[in-house]
DNA sequence: TCTGGGGTCCTAGGACCC
DNA sequence: TCTGGGGTCCTAGGACCC
């Protein structure tokens, strides 16, 4: 049973301003703060209906619903939101599997479909009148079915997809429905005579691979219906990271070093509030023509910490920045400073991180004791 | 009319090892 | 004088998601 929280962002800010129920509401940089760079994070249905949509540029969205009332985005608020979510849905699933800040999965063995309609019916009503939050539902018995079910259900539905439904249920779909199917999948797909789900029910799974790598044996089970079960991963994140956008696109590497040295110490006392320690450190810069460039260097051993984090950010945003000096001279949009190959912070890690460092520093081969 | 701030997974080539 | 078959790790980039 997949959940999707219709337009979340707004939806917990109509709960402190239910004054603005049923007005076009966007969350976003608010436009009388100045012309912004950013996007729109979430629009209601009422600002929806001209044409505003997440993601869109503020300055397009202000054109085409001068009349919205803005509000800028306050993630503390949507993550408390989100764990009341997922507390309400722990008491009807034992299993509970986040996928984002608004959208989760309830993994459940029902009997019928009747059955798992009773059950969206109650959570969907639950959300709406213990927390006041919309939802959309899909049930399938695939991940990716029932997601495109959700999908179907917007806003504030509830599609059921019956397993012996569940082929002839997508087969009329657009390719392009399929998550994970963005626009360079869907032209490749569609080069190869593949417009509609139903279209690769067909297809041989071995030439589909060749193709598209394992993803290619992914579409095949879904196009057939073919019921997949949920695995849970107890693995924890594997990447930080933070950026910020210039408001003017930087030249200088007197502008860029104190921007890196500031991500940076945000970065570490992220992780450090998380309990994480990081085994690579990563830097990239998006151009002002949009194009990414990223450096990232793996450590020794994993690190905790801000200064050493400073430091190597430093180390390797100066590098990149010199390449292009050599080069193309372009200017900085977005700077990006990240954090991989994390690991908790307990105990017994720290203290072999520590025989590590001896270990290393009495050179190779050598046993410490 | 320009395009945020987070993330995940996959691929591919090179270095290096047995 | 030439060179197999298997593996891991690292780095860069791409595609996609909310």
């Given at each position: 049973m997949y959940v999707d929280l219709d337009a979340f962002y707004v939806s917990c800010e109509l709960r402190d301003r239910p004054d603005l129920v049923g007005k076009p509401v966007i969350v976003g940089p608010p436009p009388s703060d100045g012309p912004s760079r950013g996007v729109v994070l979430s629009a209601s249905y009422e600002a929806r209906a001209f044409g505003v949509h997440s993601a869109q540029p503020a300055a397009q969205a202000v054109r085409l619903c001068p009349d919205a009332v803005w509000i800028p985005p306050d993630f503390a608020k949507y993550e408390r939101a989100s764990e009341e979510v997922r507390t309400l849905?722990?008491?009807h699933a034992s299993s509970v599997v986040p996928f984002s800040i608004d959208e989760a999965a309830l993994v459940l063995d029902?009997?019928?479909?009747?059955?798992?309609?009773?059950?969206?019916?109650?959570?969907?009503?639950?959300?709406r009148e213990q927390l006041a939050l919309p939802a959309s539902i899909g049930v399938a018995t695939s991940r990716?079915?029932?997601?495109?079910?959700?999908?179907?259900?917007?806003?504030?539905?509830?599609?059921?997809?019956?397993?012996?439904?569940?082929?002839?249920?997508?087969?009329?779909?657009?390719?392009r429905a399929i998550p994970g199917v963005g626009p360079k999948t869907?032209?490749?797909?569609?080069?190869?005579?593949?417009?509609?789900i139903g279209d690769l029910a067909k297809a041989h799974a071995s030439d589909l691979r060749r193709r598209f790598g394992t993803f290619g044996d992914e579409l095949i089970a879904l196009a057939r219906g073919e019921p997949r079960p949920e695995v849970e991963s107890t693995a924890g994140p594997r990447s930080r990271s933070t950026d910020r956008t210039f408001a003017v696109d930087v030249d200088r590497w007197d502008a860029l070093e104190p921007a890196v040295r500031a991500l940076a110490e945000e970065l570490a006392h992220g992780l450090d509030r998380e309990a994480l320690r990081y085994g690579a450190v990563g830097v990239a810069y998006r151009w002002a023509d949009f194009t990414r460039s990223q450096r990232i260097r793996s450590l020794p051993?994993?690190?905790?910490?801000?200064?050493?984090?400073?430091?190597?950010?430093?180390?390797?945003a100066r590098e990149l920045w010199e390449a292009e000096?050599?080069?193309r001279r372009r200017r900085v949009r977005t700077l990006s400073v990240r954090t991989e190959r994390l690991v908790e912070r307990t105990q017994r890690q720290a203290s072999l991180d520590v025989f590590g460092a001896e270990a290393s520093s009495a050179g190779p081969g050598r046993v410490v004791k």
């Open positions: 849905l722990r008491r029902l009997p019928s479909a009747a059955a798992a309609r009773t059950l969206a019916e109650t959570v969907q009503k639950e959300l990716p079915i029932a997601k495109i079910a959700t999908d179907r259900a917007k806003p504030a539905g509830i599609v059921v997809v019956p397993p012996e439904e569940a082929a002839a249920f997508v087969a009329p779909l657009p390719v869907e032209e490749l797909l569609r080069r190869h005579g593949f417009e509609r051993a994993t690190q905790g910490g801000s200064a050493s984090l400073v430091e190597q950010a430093l180390r390797l000096q050599g080069g």
